[in-house]
């Protein structure tokens, strides 16, 4: 399976800064995605990022506040914009290698917005 | 639209004990299902998976699910716990619909094992 490599692994951050989130993967995949788990709460799909375009969100999420960048089939990022503190989460990237299976996911990133 | 049920938020076992974990999924169409385990401060693995074919699927650390169409279900079982297995545990059904296969998570059991 991809090994997959989040950066930071967690961060306090002021509220009205942005945050990028890395997302590295040591093979191509097909398919990379972003999730946000809230305090106690499940994983909720942000989006999916699409090489070489624009990406595509999932209902409550705009791409103002995650923008997305995903320049190959091996790296991408997630930006959360203008933060509150209603944004401290995990957020986490999925990969899939071939379309329609399995996803893996990174380590996540532990969010604080202060 | 798809979505899970996981009905119990917190369970405790004794170790040594069976387990079972239960998932409810609403699909229109023959699910993809999944089982994924997060221990503290930890990213989602894999435990196993359900795609098609046999009912019965074996995943990693011991465990099985059993996915029975007629009751929407797809619960996660292990004959043995053990002291490691104390984590939460995310049941997912996904839908592969040429966009890749977005998932949609229940809510967790977190599942705690007394020694």
């Known amino acids: 399976s991809a090994v997959i490599s989040q950066k930071p692994s967690r961060d306090i951050c002021q509220r009205g800064t942005s945050l990028t989130i890395q997302c590295q993967v040591d093979s191509q995949v097909t398919m990379m995605f972003w999730y946000r788990q809230q305090p106690g709460q499940s994983l909720t799909l942000i989006a999916t990022?699409?090489?070489?375009?624009?990406?595509?969100?999932e209902s409550g999420f705009v791409i103002d506040k995650f923008p997305i960048s995903r320049p190959n089939l091996t790296f991408s990022t997630l930006t959360v914009s203008n933060m509150s503190p209603e944004d401290s989460s995990i957020y986490l990237c999925?990969?899939?290698?071939?379309?329609?299976?399995?996803?893996?996911f990174g380590q996540g990133t532990r969010l604080t917005v202060v | 639209a798809q979505s899970v049920t996981q009905p119990d938020i917190h369970i405790t076992v004794s170790e040594g004990a069976s387990l079972e974990l239960r998932c409810n999924y609403s699909?229109?169409?023959?699910?993809?299902l999944f089982w994924y385990v997060q221990s503290p401060g930890q990213g989602l693995q894999l435990l196993l998976k359900y795609f098609s074919g046999d009912t019965l699927v074996q995943g990693i650390k011991g465990f099985e699910a059993e996915f029975k169409r007629s009751q929407s279900s797809f619960n996660l079982r292990k004959p043995s716990v053990h002291w490691s297995d104390a984590a939460e545990y995310f049941c997912a059904v996904g839908a592969s619909t040429g966009g890749g296969n977005k998932l949609t998570f229940g809510t967790g059991t977190q599942l705690k094992v007394e020694l």
């Open positions: 990022a699409n090489q070489g375009s624009e990406a595509t969100y």
């Open positions: 699909y229109g169409a023959t699910p993809y």
């Open positions: 999925s990969v899939e290698e071939v379309k329609g299976t399995e996803a893996f």
